[in-house]
């Protein structure tokens, strides 16, 4: 089993729908998780942390489930400019500054 | 304020040739690191340096050294290329903040062809 594992994708989406990456991590001791986006080419950019009691900046919500090693991202009224491929990241603890990256996500907005 | 920079942005090699990739960061940050990355593979640690003057492996770091100059620059040298090294390289810089949450800085990348 990989360490982190996320939606196989693409999805398509509509201008306007609500869309959800999931994300699960197997080291249960892992305290840190992220979001990233990469665009075609380019390289990732941190979206959002994702804090233990779930956070949201805008139209983006990033939830964590501890107990059952799950990390989500909700995408609301989404827009052209958010497609992308989403990275779901995890931090190995007792490793120094060790990341595991998910394999990503990719999202088409269509008009 | 540059960020992380990388050269050379692109580089074909042939089997057997050795090449340094180069990465610098302007942020002050301690950590910075060395991923490739492969279609369907997401982006794999090769080395990371937690501060200057110590490196450590990562998940794949077969063909692969380092070398942390300074706190600014971070190399990474493939001695011997092989085909299964074409990849695209992204260097990072990382920071704290609070005791627990580190976020990443991504340099631009370097696509590498090994033929």
């Known amino acids: 089993r990989k360490e982190v594992e996320q939606d196989p994708g693409p999805f398509n989406v509509p201008e306007g729908a609500t869309v959800a990456f999931n994300c699960t991590y197997s080291n249960s001791a892992s305290q840190s998780f992220f979001w990233y986006r990469q665009d075609c080419r380019k390289e990732p950019k941190l979206l959002m942390s994702v804090y233990s009691s779930g956070n949201e900046d805008g139209r983006f919500t990033a939830q964590l489930n501890r107990a059952s090693q799950y990390i989500s991202l909700l995408i609301r009224d989404s827009k052209l400019s958010d497609s992308a491929t989403y990275l779901c990241v995890v931090k190995r603890e007792n490793y120094g500054q060790n990341f595991v990256f998910g394999p990503g996500t990719r999202l088409s907005v269509l008009p | 304020n540059a960020g992380v920079t990388q050269t050379p942005k692109f580089q074909v090699l042939k089997t057997g040739q050795s090449m340094t990739l180069q990465c610098a960061q302007d942020?002050?940050?301690?950590?910075m690191y060395w991923y490739r990355q492969d279609p369907g593979m997401g982006l794999r640690l090769i080395y990371y340096s937690a501060s200057e003057g110590t490196t450590d492996k990562g998940e794949v770091p077969n063909g692969y050294n380092v070398s942390r100059l300074n706190k600014r620059e971070f190399s990474l040298r493939l001695e011997s290329a092989a085909p299964s090294q074409t990849s695209v390289y992204f260097c990072a810089s990382s920071v704290e903040r609070g005791l627990i949450l580190y976020e990443q800085y991504f340099g631009p990348g370097t696509r590498l062809t090994v033929t």
């Open positions: 942020m002050n940050h301690n950590s």
